[in-house]
């Protein structure tokens, strides 16, 4: 075999193969009272890897994966990239019509389903002839666990280049038709080592995963102990109880968590929260949506003891920015400084890079970077430059230190009798407000002004919300023409599947 140019490639199944050698009998996953060592972990992805390739699939060919957080979510994955082939991942909440979609678009061949999800995709199964393996099978269906036991045990040590995809992640469609980002085995295998470096997930360390694995941040941090020799627990559901529970039991240390998780545990009042056993955790991090200073400053109060980081990325861009606890008092509201590996160049209208403190499209570049959107070069020119810059259209300010605050999306921004309206400016203030648990903040079509600003509230149980109280609040923090024209009162804000404020979804009723 000819030796690679450079070394090794990296592979995402590598860190899998690695530990099962090194510390075959430590524990690699838990998921309630099941467990899988790094042995088993190891030789269920062969056997996975084998039954998929005696399938006339041939390395580059898509699997499509329909499975919440439970034990074989890491060993589909790494099976998945054993045998090179490249995994779609499928939101269990999506409708058939979606999942049909993404399967077709990706040209999946096979699907990867937990039966619990199965009516999400019966039918494409049928229409194309998709070859199915499915956990927890009724009797007569494929079986998973049926099919591996009848594999081969070896590895087929299928080889790839490592900026071959790993995965294609289709975006959550806060926007449109979701596009598919290729995801590399260098970005992702990258993404692990510097997670691991940065919250502590590797060898001897155990985190929850909370955030669901068929998102792209979910996966990247539920799959990084596993790749670096760290233990895995499963939360199935989430419940900010059972998280809490769950760290208890299991001695958790670190955890990455997105905003509306804070607001929940927040939610279960101080008296619960103290009522667990939390001392073994160290680490909190957070991304996916803006984490407001009130409830950053919530998080601190709450876990003294632990060092809470605050991040920025996109599926697209991978982990852009990091905001380390030695800066949390320092620098609020800020994402922080780029992340290992990483370069930053903020621009203006006419893509000149613009003064310090002023407004400016972010770009990044780094080994974290997609590969491009898959079968889409015009969406990917749009977004990225010939020397190797990407932006997902965020407006950012960098300040003397360097480090950056996010200021809003582009096609957030809110343009009222011409001037900018960010609405996250406005979003920070009202969750200020002790009426509110979160706000969204939408520009509303306006005769007079071509937009005005609209806010939507989720008010905490015993607010009545009053209108000219909210008002009042903003107008001792904001300019007139920033303050809301219309409020509406919801008992939650639409949520996509990484937590982040589906915004096309915010109507008011007199636009409805």
Not at 198 to 224: C, D, I, K, N, Q
Not at 422 to 434: F, M
Not at 440 to 466: C, H, K, M, N
Not at 483 to 509: C, Y
Request: charged share 20%.
């Amino acid at each position: 075999m000819p030796m690679h140019p450079s070394g090794a490639p990296l592979s995402i199944a590598n860190g899998v193969r690695e530990f099962a050698r090194a510390q075959p009998a430590d524990i690699a996953v838990i998921d309630g009272a099941r467990q899988l060592s790094y042995a088993d972990l190891a030789e269920r992805a062969r056997r996975l890897a084998n039954t998929l390739l005696s399938q006339d699939l041939a390395p580059g060919d898509r699997v499509g994966t329909l499975l919440g957080n439970r034990m074989e979510y890491p060993e589909v994955a790494c099976g998945i990239a054993m045998a090179g082939l490249v995994m779609v991942p499928l939101n269990p909440r999506m409708t058939p019509g979606e999942a049909r979609h993404i399967l077709e678009h990706s040209s999946a061949r096979a699907v990867i389903l937990d039966q619990a999800h199965a009516q999400v995709v019966t039918d494409i199964i049928r229409d194309h002839g998709l070859y199915a393996l499915s956990l927890d099978a009724p009797d007569g269906a494929p079986s998973y666990e049926e099919a591996l036991a009848a594999a081969p045990a070896t590895d087929p040590a299928i080889q790839f280049e490592e900026t071959s995809p790993f995965c294609i992640q289709y975006t959550s469609g806060t926007t449109g038709q979701p596009k598919g980002v290729l995801i590399s085995h260098r970005s992702r295998s990258l993404t692990f080592y510097c997670s691991a470096l940065e919250w502590g997930l590797a060898v001897g360390r155990r985190s929850v995963a909370v955030a669901p694995m068929y998102h792209g941040a979910g996966f990247a941090f539920g799959y990084a102990p596993v790749h670096t020799g760290g233990t895995v627990v499963m939360l199935r559901k989430w419940d900010p109880e059972e998280l809490l529970r769950l760290i208890q039991k299991e001695r958790a240390q670190t955890v990455f968590l997105i905003p509306t998780h804070a607001q929940m545990l927040r939610s279960l009042g101080r008296e619960v929260i103290e009522s667990y056993d939390l001392s073994s955790l160290d680490t909190l991090y957070f991304n996916a949506a803006a984490l407001p200073w009130e409830l950053k400053q919530w998080v601190m109060q709450t876990f003294p003891g632990v060092g809470v980081h605050e991040l920025y990325g996109s599926t697209e861009g991978g982990i852009v920015t990091n905001l380390r606890p030695a800066d949390m008092h320092r620098k609020p509201g800020s994402v922080g400084q780029p992340w290992f590996m990483t370069e930053v160049r903020v621009v203006g209208p006419d893509g000149e890079p613009v003064a310090t403190g002023e407004p400016g499209v972010l770009y990044s570049r780094s080994p974290f970077l997609m590969n491009g959107y898959h079968e889409n070069p015009e969406a990917t020119a749009e977004c990225t430059t010939e020397d190797g810059f990407l932006t997902c259209g965020d407006v950012v300010r960098v300040d003397e230190d360097g480090y950056i605050t996010i200021v809003d999306r582009v096609k957030d921004m809110i343009i009222s009798g011409g001037v900018n309206v960010y609405p996250r400016e406005i979003e920070e203030v009202l969750a200020t407000h002790p009426d509110v648990v979160e706000a969204a903040v939408v520009g509303q079509p306006s005769e007079q002004w071509g937009q005005q600003v609209a806010a939507f509230i989720v008010l905490r149980p015993s607010a009545t919300g009053d209108v000219t109280a909210l008002d009042a609040h903003c107008r001792e923090h904001l300019a007139g023409f920033k303050i809301p024209r219309t409020w509406e009162f919801l008992p939650s804000l639409p949520r996509n599947a990484g937590g982040k404020v589906v915004k096309r979804d915010l109507v008011t009723k007199e636009n409805a």
